[in-house]
């Protein structure tokens, strides 16, 4: 099979793409034909340079979250066969796990496409527990970036954040992948949200598409202060901030109302911050930090998604697998609107494969 090579750490050209034996499926595993995958910032870019504190034994094949078509499965696998259409779960819990806590397992044994081959490639043998089916009624681009973002996002505000019916929500970047769940799913949960974005279109974008009531260029205006103003000085119970940029971390923190909860999945920008204790004590405020879900997020984003009460988040492009080096460059870059993802079948008869 075709598959995207990691030999070493570096730049985008270590990304070779090779022609390696097709896994078979293992006990308790399923083997999927990839559809999709997605290129990520700290999963893929940070990973691929060799700054993710998760390092792989060469050579390796990345990918965290492809999705696909079943094609065939090891012993004790029950729950799928052949020609279910299916996405995976990137966590991999450990031994000691409690089922239903996933994303409060301390003990993770690691992530698909990190600890063990992912799906940069044309097949993929990912353990069963990990792989989640999709609705009929979702393309398989769709699928991969809401099954990505919507069940953190999920967790984010539900489990997290404990968010309530009536209670403020503001969302920072609020385009991203997991931001514009995090708006769909405070929509939701009954929330009046706010769209927070660094461009009038994007705001729009947000408030158009993905349904925010209210919206804030943090670029041209004082994200607080217009805060403030739209809440009629209450401020945000819940701020969802996934971007760690120290230019906007300030206005975020501050927008957060008494009893506030800031909820965090992300640090793109950074992520080295000032933090005013004084506000944190005095108003009683809360920091929630949590960069995964529970299975059961997964499931309920399945079933919303199969409602078609789920927009996906915006898709900038879809490379053939042979360009995965050209689009871990714009990720990089930051040149995308929405998300890059690579298409294996695309890639199949490519001449440039070893």
Same mark, same amino acid.
């Given at each position: 099979?075709?598959? +995207? ?67 065939? +499965? ?132 947000? $408030?158009?598409?993905?349904?925010? $009531? ?99 988040? +915006? ?30 079948? $695309? ?8």
């Amino acid at each position: 099979m075709k598959a +995207i090579v990691l030999h070493e750490f570096g730049e985008p050209e270590v990304l070779r793409f090779e022609e390696i034996a097709c896994p078979k499926p293992q006990s308790g595993e399923v083997l999927i034909k990839v559809h999709n995958v997605s290129v990520n910032v700290t999963l893929d870019v940070m990973f691929r340079k060799g700054l993710y504190p998760v390092k792989p034994t060469f050579p390796h094949v990345m990918g965290t979250d492809p999705v696909g078509e079943v094609v065939a +499965i090891g012993s004790e696998v029950t729950k799928f066969k052949p020609g279910d259409r299916v996405g995976v779960h990137s966590s991999l819990p450990s031994k000691n796990c409690i089922p239903g806590h996933e994303a409060d397992d301390v003990g993770v044994r690691g992530l698909v496409g990190l600890s063990i081959w992912g799906g940069y490639a044309e097949y993929a043998s990912i353990p069963a527990s990990n792989v989640f089916a999709i609705p009929d009624n979702l393309p398989y681009p769709e699928a991969n970036a809401i099954l990505r973002h919507l069940p953190t996002a999920r967790h984010l505000l539900h489990a997290k954040g404990q968010l309530k019916e009536g209670e403020w929500v503001l969302v920072m970047g609020a385009t991203g992948g997991l931001a514009s769940c995090c708006v769909q799913v405070a929509k939701l949960m009954g929330a009046k949200v706010i769209a927070a974005a660094g461009a009038d279109k994007r705001v729009q974008i947000a $408030q158009e598409n993905f349904g925010a $009531q209210y919206g804030v260029n943090y670029r041209a205006q004082d994200l607080a202060a217009e805060v403030m103003k739209i809440t009629d000085g209450h401020g945000a119970d819940v701020v969802a901030e996934n971007v760690g940029d120290p230019e906007l971390w300030t206005g975020a923190t501050n927008s957060l109302a008494v009893l506030g909860r800031l909820v965090t999945a992300g640090a793109h920008a950074g992520g080295e911050v000032k933090l005013n204790l004084g506000n944190l004590y005095r108003k009683r405020q809360t920091i929630y930090g949590s960069p995964a879900c529970n299975f059961a997020d997964v499931e309920w984003a399945m079933k919303v998604a199969k409602k078609s009460k789920i927009f996906s988040p +915006i898709i900038d492009r879809i490379l053939p697998l042979h360009e995965a080096a050209e689009g871990h460059r714009l990720v990089e870059q930051r040149v995308p609107v929405g998300k890059v993802l690579l298409d294996p079948i $695309q890639s199949k008869d490519h001449p440039t494969a070893n």
